[in-house]
């Protein structure tokens, strides 16, 4: 599954943005798509993921962005977004897409977003 990140950009605190992340093909009906970030020289923070199977889909998220973020996806393009508001400047980024199921594990090459104050 290839993985394409758009939506990044630079914004003022308190602004929004929404990322995009398209799939290129989704055969399987059980996977988790979701977002890291990432700050030179830090570790990757997994911030959302969106479990997808079964009758519904699970949000999930990491408590730096719990109340601000929202992970959602569109069924029909396998693409999955986020839409971050109240952005502040410790959420300055690269943010990349991630995709894994029990057969293949992908990543996009990421988005940044820089958070002025």
């Known amino acids: 599954v290839q993985l394409v990140e758009s939506g990044g950009g630079l914004v003022q605190a308190g602004e929004s943005l929404r990322l995009s992340c398209a799939a290129s093909e989704i055969t399987i009906h059980i996977y988790t798509m979701g977002w890291y970030r990432q700050v030179p020289g830090k570790q990757h923070e997994r911030i959302a993921a969106?479990?997808?199977?079964?009758?519904?889909?699970?949000?999930l998220y990491a408590d730096s962005v719990k109340a601000r973020f929202t992970i959602s996806r569109d069924k029909g393009d396998n693409t999955v977004y986020l839409q971050m508001n109240n952005l502040q400047p410790q959420d300055t980024a690269v943010y990349r897409c991630?995709?894994?199921?029990?057969?293949?594990?992908?990543w996009g090459r990421g988005t940044p977003v820089t958070v002025s104050s």
């Open positions: 969106l479990v997808v199977g079964g009758n519904s889909d699970s949000a």
């Open positions: 991630f995709f894994v199921s029990e057969e293949t594990y992908s």
